[in-house]
Structure formats: structure tokens, C-alpha cells
């Protein structure tokens, strides 16, 4: 069975630091990996995903990940991270339905000013 | 209006109670989701729509009864809920080609309290 680790529970950064979000797959096949993100209150929104081609992926509001099949992993960075970045992070695995997506249990992160 | 919407964002019921969690989504999409989540557990899909028909569901108890009468209205419905039951409601939708499914869109979720 398809799993998801997220092994950070939550995440303190300065304003301007960089970030890693780490995620970890199990998966029997080539995945369909993505990072959501839920600011307090919203629903969540997607960042980026990666489905073949090119490991690092670009997303949106300056986000990256790079997806490294020898590593089962699918870490999301971000080089400055903004104050307004404050949010639940939730990586997720599935094989291209909704039906088989796997979310993780998400890491949330703090920004100090 | 854009999106997916979902009304009401917050809802408190007794356990004899019984309510209805709406949502609409303005995306053209032919499919629509229903998704529990819960403090510190992993986002649980509940059921799933295509082009209105039931296609999934992940062994919900009887007391949420979902409804799609058409591609862009989603509802569930409750009834004798548990205190359990208390948790953040989310509706996405999605476009389905073949049997790949685009990303999904998400709305901001009604927030259920069961006392």
C-alpha cells in the first residue's frame, strides 16, 4: 500500500531563511507527487506536482521540489521564505485519481519576524 | 463567482440532529470529492462523483449521506451524528481525463461540530 511520511510536525523559520519541507513516499510504481498548502481557515491549495519528466519541479509563490526516486523523497524548498508562508504543508502520493491520492499529515510552518 | 464555495462554513448540531453541507463549484469540472479532516490525522477521502454518479466510497458510515444532482453541487448530508464525526468538511473538484485526474481545487471547508 501506497504511504506518505511527513516527519516534521512543525517548522520554525526567520523571515528571509531558507526552507525544507520533507516528504517520504512508498510507492510501488512511478508516483504523482504533490505539495498542498492551507493557510488558516482556506482549503487547500496546490503548489506544485510532479508527474515525469524534469526531478525539480517549479511551483507557485517561488516554490520548488525535486523529486529523487533513489531516496523515495519529495522535499519542497523554498530559498526566502516571507512571513506570509505561515501555513499547514501537505505532501501527497497517488498513482493519477483521486481515489488513490495518499496525504501526508502535514508540517506546519511558523515565520519569525 | 469562481471556484469551489461551500456553505456553511461553520456548523454546530446535536447528535439528533439533521443538517446538509452544500457545495458548488464554478470550474466546469466533472468531478466532485468529499474529504474529512481531523487534527492530526491524514486527509480522508470519503466519497467521490463522476459526472454524477457515486464512483467511490471509502466506507463512511450510513449517518453521511452524500447527494451530486448535478456536476457543479455536491452535498452531504447528516443525520445522528457522533461527537467523532466533529472535524473540517472539505469539497474538491476536478477535471477527470480518462483515468487520470487533474489537480484538484479545493474549498475552504465547513467546520463541524458535533456536541
Known amino acids: 500500500a501506497q504511504s506518505v511520511t511527513q516527519p516534521d510536525i512543525h517548522i520554525t523559520v526567520s523571515e528571509g531563511a531558507s526552507l525544507e519541507l520533507r516528504c517520504n513516499y512508498s510507492?510501488?510504481?512511478?508516483?504523482?507527487l504533490f505539495w498542498y498548502v492551507q493557510s488558516p481557515g482556506q482549503g487547500l491549495q496546490l503548489l506544485l506536482k510532479y508527474f515525469s519528466g524534469d526531478t525539480l519541479v517549479q511551483g507557485i509563490k517561488g516554490f520548488e521540489a525535486e523529486f529523487k526516486r533513489s531516496q523515495s523523497s519529495f522535499n519542497l524548498r523554498k530559498p526566502s521564505v516571507h512571513w506570509s508562508d505561515a501555513a499547514e504543508y501537505f505532501c501527497?502520493?497517488?498513482?493519477?485519481?483521486?481515489?488513490?491520492?495518499?496525504f501526508g499529515t502535514g508540517t506546519r510552518l511558523q515565520v519569525t519576524l | 463567482e469562481t471556484g469551489v464555495t461551500q456553505t456553511p462554513r461553520h456548523l454546530v448540531m446535536g447528535m439528533t440532529n439533521k443538517k446538509s453541507l452544500k457545495c458548488e463549484q464554478h470550474l466546469g469540472h466533472n468531478a466532485m470529492y468529499w474529504y474529512k479532516q481531523s487534527a492530526k490525522k491524514p486527509l480522508e477521502l470519503m466519497f467521490v462523483y463522476n459526472f454524477k454518479e457515486q464512483t467511490e466510497n471509502n466506507s463512511v458510515p450510513s449517518r453521511f449521506s452524500p447527494e451530486c444532482p448535478n456536476s457543479s453541487h455536491l452535498f452531504l448530508h447528516l443525520h445522528t451524528l457522533q461527537p467523532e464525526d466533529s472535524a473540517l468538511y472539505l469539497c474538491a473538484s476536478s477535471q477527470v481525463m480518462g483515468t487520470i485526474t487533474g489537480e484538484l481545487f479545493f474549498g475552504e471547508g465547513s467546520r463541524l461540530t458535533v456536541l
Open positions: 501527497a502520493v497517488g498513482a493519477g485519481t483521486a481515489s488513490k491520492l495518499t
Open positions: 510507492y510501488g510504481a512511478t508516483p504523482y
